[in-house]
T-cell receptor, first 113, second 111 residues
């Protein structure tokens, strides 16, 4: 079974530029999450999708971050414009099952200069 | 807002020693999970505990869920260099489909 795929793995941009990340979850997993993990901290939930609908985006900075999940499969997360404090690893996870056990992709490491 | 506090944040010990990592909260969780994350990779699920007082063993790792389902511990016996990594606890709040993560414990096992 293929795991969660993310791309790109690394991205370096200058502040005020825009950037997009892509995630392909495990086949059949209806729920998809985007997390932000700042160095030395645990993952922080940005947005949760159930199929192609948003379940929770309470911690998504909506003035600069946006996300979509077309057809309930792939998802993209966009930052526009980026700030220095957005430097982090962006993790995508998908899940199935009663206890919300999550399968994570390798993440995208974003550096904003 | 449910918060999970992990302690210690950093731990460096010699191979062969035992260690315990703690995950505490003032909130009740319906389940709690432990993940391990290595550099450049996403977290990988180690275990899920559901019932208060539950103990699960995974080779040299022992996981316990507190009786009140507010805390958990991870005990490693005879640590090996391959145990090095970031250990994350994550709780599922009651009625929610999301996880709340602790800040992690960075474990280094020295040869």
């Amino acid at each position: 079974e293929a795991g969660v795929a993310q791309s790109p793995r690394y991205k370096i941009i200058e502040k005020r530029q825009s950037v997009a990340f892509w995630c392909n979850p495990i086949s059949g997993h209806a729920t998809l999450y985007w997390y932000q993990q700042i160095l030395g901290q645990g993952p922080k939930l940005l947005i949760q999708f159930q199929n192609n609908g948003v379940v929770d985006d309470s911690q998504l900075p909506k003035d600069r971050f946006s996300a979509e999940r077309l057809k309930g499969v792939d998802s993209t997360l966009k930052i526009q414009p980026a700030k220095l404090e957005d430097s982090a690893v962006y993790l995508c996870a998908s899940t199935f099952g009663s206890y919300n056990e999550q399968f994570f992709g390798p993440g995208t490491r974003l550096t904003v200069l | 807002t449910q918060l999970l506090e992990q302690s210690p944040q950093f731990l460096s010990i010699q191979e062969g020693e035992n260690l315990t990592v703690y995950c505490n909260s003032s909130s009740v969780f319906s389940s709690l999970q432990w993940y391990r994350q290595e550099p450049g990779e996403g977290p990988v699920l180690l275990v899920t505990v559901v019932t208060g007082g539950e103990v699960k063993k995974l080779k040299r790792l022992t996981f316990q869920f507190g009786d009140a389902r507010k805390d958990s511990s991870l005990h490693i016996t005879a640590a090996q260099t391959g145990d090095t990594g970031l250990y994350l606890c994550a709780g599922r709040p009651r009625g929610a489909q999301k996880l709340v993560f602790g800040q992690g414990t960075r474990l280094t096992i020295n040869p």
